[in-house]
């Protein structure tokens, strides 16, 4: 049986992730029209940690550690909750363009509170990626921002959501060296489900009238960009600094773009897809990994033996 070396499962669990939130923009955008921001986050947060809750009795997942609680909490209230919840609410405020420029602030963020907070390393190659791809968030987020402006409430709410999202990976990071990748995913969509219950009777009143595609996508968002990719990430943010794993989701924009061509026929400009290459050209280079072998230099003759 072939061996798979941790660094390539934790590649492919991050590129999972990556796959599954760029699919849940589309499904936002579809679900978002029957639903408001805070029963949507609700239910799908629901489907999630039935999901996830299942996974667990399966396992036989014990409640994870309490040196661990604190951090599961943090990434539950700020990341599962508020994130979901704002996130939402900015979309049904700003064009898809401006979301995804304003919440993709969030990898810069966490590079800046991990280097400063887990003391994350900050290597030339990892700054550079991050500069190409937040120069593709830009080129794709302007040229699919629509030309009647944008709504100042919009924005502040996907900043809002970026900066919960950069907060809440900070704070999952320690707590998944002291419990299992399985408990902080589970316990923190717990937690952010029940912060999220005040959206209990809104929620009941717009599933009733909802129509089925909206509610189906409702329950994708909640089984597969939460419980799957939540759960993927946090096997690969375990395994690797959060700089590096949040340089990943810089991938997201441009992803994005294709599954809006091929699922809604919006066909991207020139400039998108220029957009979207260097969002990938930079998640590339920021994952990459110098030579280590120290070459010679042309002026460096080998040296022989001294014979004494």
């Not at 943010?237 to 441009?254: E, F, H, Q």
């Not at 280590?292 to 004494?308: L, N």
């Amino acid at each position: 049986m072939m061996n798979v070396s941790p660094s390539r499962l934790a590649a492919a669990a991050a590129t999972v992730t990556v796959v599954l939130w760029a699919s849940a923009f589309v499904s936002i955008r579809s679900a978002g029209a029957a639903y408001s921001p805070g029963a949507l986050a609700l239910g799908r947060l629901l489907a999630g940690a039935l999901t996830l809750g299942a996974i667990c009795l399966v396992r036989r997942e014990g409640w994870p550690p309490r040196a661990a609680w604190r951090g599961i909490a943090i990434s539950g209230l700020l990341w599962f909750g508020f994130y979901m919840v704002a996130l939402n609410w900015g979309e049904q405020q700003v064009d898809a363009g401006t979301a995804a420029l304003v919440v993709n602030v969030g990898p810069l963020l966490i590079a800046l509170l991990g280097a400063r907070l887990l003391g994350d390393p900050m290597p030339p190659r990892l700054l550079a990626g991050m500069a190409v791809s937040f120069a593709g968030a830009v080129t794709v987020g302007l040229s699919m921002s629509g030309g009647d402006g944008s709504s100042l409430l919009g924005v502040v709410l996907c900043l809002l959501a970026a900066v919960a999202y950069a907060s809440g990976v900070v704070a999952q990071k320690p707590a998944l060296g002291r419990a299992s990748v399985v408990q902080v995913t589970t316990f923190g969509c717990l937690v952010g489900a029940v912060a999220c219950l005040p959206f209990t009777g809104q929620l009941l009143h717009e599933a009733a009238r909802a129509p089925l595609p909206a509610t189906l996508n409702m329950v994708y968002l909640g089984v597969f960009p939460t419980a799957l990719a939540f759960t993927t990430w946090a096997y690969a943010l375990s395994r690797t600094t959060a700089s590096r794993m949040g340089a990943t989701t810089y991938a997201v924009p441009a992803l994005v773009v294709l599954m809006s061509w091929l699922a809604l026929g919006e066909v991207p400009g020139p400039v998108t897809l220029v957009g979207g290459a260097l969002c990938l050209a930079g998640v590339a280079v920021s994952r990459s990994r110098p030579n280590r072998r120290t070459p010679r230099t042309a002026h460096e003759e080998p040296r022989p033996e001294r014979v004494s």
